[in-house]
């Protein structure tokens, strides 16, 4: 292994790796999946907790120093403490693991104080919307009072920052970007604005209706004043001061707006696929190997293989793109 194995062709290395547990969710975004029919990965192919840090520590001996979990949903993997304590306990060269998690919230309230004791160290909480029948629209589920229930016990269980991630669209819950943003400053939450990608399970998205990092920026500056802030670093988010500051309000445009070049992003899915990009259409399975018997060498010659052939970019703009085959429920965010 090379000094920096995590190091791909363009020179960016790779300390974050997203860990999906699961393809399940207890929504159905309708930017997400689809309200029914939704073909689950079988549980046999789904990687078991002691595979699954197996792979985690071994990337952690690669150069990992923060992991993401996400789902599907993954407050419905039952054996999530004991997911996150294991992370915890790893240290790589850099120190201890960061372990962080992307979650809808709902059920939250009942397991906040165990995953922070177990080492959780931040939640970033999906919230598209404050009215409670855009969110039965949105997410096909009437459940914003047991949204809105879990981010309060993420805030009383000790996370700080709480993240909101909110993804607006177009004619749905656009004309809220500035209410959102107005509730998270009354509370102490870090709102992020991320533009709509083509990772539905319908292939239903379109440029057209995709409402745009710029138009985001354009509805709230009608009522704050934004200041860009100079330091982004590797971070997939453009954060603004809000009128001065200390609060901030961030956009994520990995459409409009790539962050490619400074990408340091990894991901597992539940079922053992390395992807080095969330747009790639191929991946790399270490499942397979991993339970033929492999040694932690050979399969960290398949990450560092597989990150040598990682592209540039996503290439989202080329007409020739081509949106990749599972949804982003099964790719994990």
Same mark, same amino acid.
């Given at each position: 292994?090379?000094?920096?194995?995590?190091?791909? #062709?363009?020179?960016?290395?790779?300390?974050?790796?997203?860990?999906?547990?699961?393809?399940?969710?207890?929504?159905?975004?309708?930017?997400?999946?689809?309200?029914?029919?939704?073909?689950?990965?079988?549980?046999?192919?789904?990687? @078991?907790?002691?595979?699954?840090?197996?792979?985690?520590?071994?990337?952690?001996?690669?150069?990992?120093?923060?992991?993401?979990?996400?789902?599907?949903?993954?407050?419905?993997?039952?054996?999530?403490?004991?997911?996150?304590?294991?992370?915890?306990?790893?240290? #790589?060269d850099d120190g201890p693991v960061e372990v962080s998690m992307t979650t809808n919230a709902l059920?939250?309230?009942?397991?906040?104080?165990?995953?922070?004791?177990?080492?959780?160290?931040?939640?970033?909480?999906?919230?598209?919307?404050?009215?409670?029948?855009?969110?039965?629209?949105?997410?096909?589920?009437?459940?914003?009072?047991?949204?809105?229930?879990?981010?309060?016990?993420?805030?009383?269980?000790?996370?700080?920052?709480?993240?909101?991630?909110?993804?607006l669209l177009r004619g749905v819950n656009d004309q809220e970007a500035v209410d959102l943003l107005?509730?998270?400053?009354?509370?102490?939450?870090? %709102?992020?604005?991320?533009?709509?990608?083509?990772?539905?399970?319908?292939?239903?998205?379109?440029?057209? #209706?995709?409402?745009?990092?710029?138009?985001?920026?354009?509805?709230?500056?009608?009522?704050?004043? %934004?200041?860009?802030?100079?330091?982004?670093?590797?971070?997939?988010?453009?954060?603004?001061?809000?009128?001065?500051?200390?609060?901030?309000?961030?956009?994520?445009? @990995?459409?409009?707006?790539?962050?490619?070049?400074?990408?340091?992003?990894?991901?597992?899915?539940?079922?053992?696929?390395?992807?080095?990009?969330?747009?790639?259409? #191929?991946?790399?399975?270490?499942?397979?190997?991993?339970?033929?018997?492999?040694?932690?060498?050979?399969?960290?010659?398949?990450?560092? @293989?597989? %990150?040598?052939?990682?592209?540039?970019?996503?290439?989202?703009?080329?007409?020739?793109?081509?949106?990749?085959?599972?949804?982003?429920?099964?790719?994990?965010?």
């Amino acid at each position: 292994m090379t000094e920096q194995p995590l190091t791909d #062709g363009f020179g960016r290395r790779h300390r974050d790796l997203r860990v999906s547990l699961t393809d399940r969710c207890s929504l159905r975004c309708t930017y997400c999946m689809p309200e029914q029919g939704v073909p689950w990965l079988a549980k046999p192919t789904l990687l @078991s907790t002691e595979e699954l840090l197996r792979l985690v520590a071994m990337a952690v001996d690669l150069g990992v120093t923060e992991v993401r979990l996400t789902g599907g949903e993954p407050l419905l993997r039952r054996d999530l403490v004991d997911v996150v304590a294991g992370i915890a306990a790893m240290t #790589g060269d850099d120190g201890p693991v960061e372990v962080s998690m992307t979650t809808n919230a709902l059920g939250l309230d009942r397991v906040a104080d165990d995953l922070r004791a177990a080492g959780l160290a931040r939640v970033n909480i999906s919230l598209d919307t404050l009215r409670p029948d855009t969110f039965r629209e949105l997410a096909r589920r009437d459940r914003l009072d047991d949204t809105l229930r879990g981010v309060r016990a993420a805030a009383e269980a000790g996370f700080h920052p709480v993240k909101l991630n909110t993804v607006l669209l177009r004619g749905v819950n656009d004309q809220e970007a500035v209410d959102l943003l107005a509730f998270a400053l009354e509370h102490g939450y870090q %709102l992020r604005f991320i533009e709509q990608m083509p990772l539905d399970a319908g292939h239903t998205w379109t440029r057209h #209706g995709m409402v745009t990092g710029e138009e985001i920026l354009d509805r709230l500056r009608t009522a704050h004043r %934004l200041q860009p802030v100079p330091t982004r670093g590797s971070a997939p988010a453009e954060l603004f001061l809000v009128d001065g500051g200390p609060e901030t309000v961030g956009v994520i445009a @990995s459409v409009t707006a790539p962050f490619c070049g400074a990408c340091d992003r990894l991901r597992l899915t539940a079922d053992g696929q390395l992807r080095t990009c969330l747009f790639a259409t #191929g991946e790399t399975d270490l499942r397979t190997p991993l339970r033929a018997g492999a040694g932690d060498e050979a399969l960290q010659r398949l990450v560092t @293989s597989a %990150l040598a052939g990682k592209r540039a970019g996503h290439d989202i703009d080329d007409p020739a793109f081509l949106q990749p085959p599972r949804p982003m429920s099964a790719i994990g965010g």
